[in-house]
């Protein structure tokens, strides 16, 4: 069975949206519309939001690129995905966002980690 695509996500230097992907949009369960402008961070747990500020910081610092981090749905369901993402800079190498691809990871097992979606 073929897999579903990974959702793209471009914020700014202030985690804004300027860009979500029509599956992205499906994965967190609202509309393109409705993320366009908001805070990255309103699809945060508010006990994820220091790691979710550690690693927005380090995106622009080249530090993370790759990670498994937990979103939060507009129904407030947890959703585990596996994000890659590029710092995007301007001509005179200033950070002006970023752009990642996030791919669901199913429901935890018994063990309480996620595992990748079927």
């Known amino acids: 069975m073929p897999q579903p695509p990974d959702g793209i996500w471009i914020i700014d230097g202030k985690a804004l949206t ?11 369960g609202v509309s393109r519309a409705e993320m366009l402008g908001q805070p990255s961070f309103k699809y945060v747990f508010p006990e994820d939001f220091d790691s979710g500020e550690w690693l927005f910081n380090g995106r622009y610092e080249g530090n993370v690129n790759l990670f498994r981090f937990r979103l939060r749905g507009a129904d407030g369901a947890a ?6 993402t590029s710092t995007m ?17 199913e429901s935890a097992d018994s063990s309480g980690e996620p595992r990748w979606n079927a």
């Open 18 to 28: 300027l860009y979500a992907s029509q599956r992205m949009a499906e994965i967190l």
């Open 79 to 84: 959703i585990w995905v596996d994000v890659k």
């Open 89 to 105: 800079r301007d001509p005179l190498g200033r950070v002006t966002g970023a752009i990642g691809t996030f791919k669901v990871v």
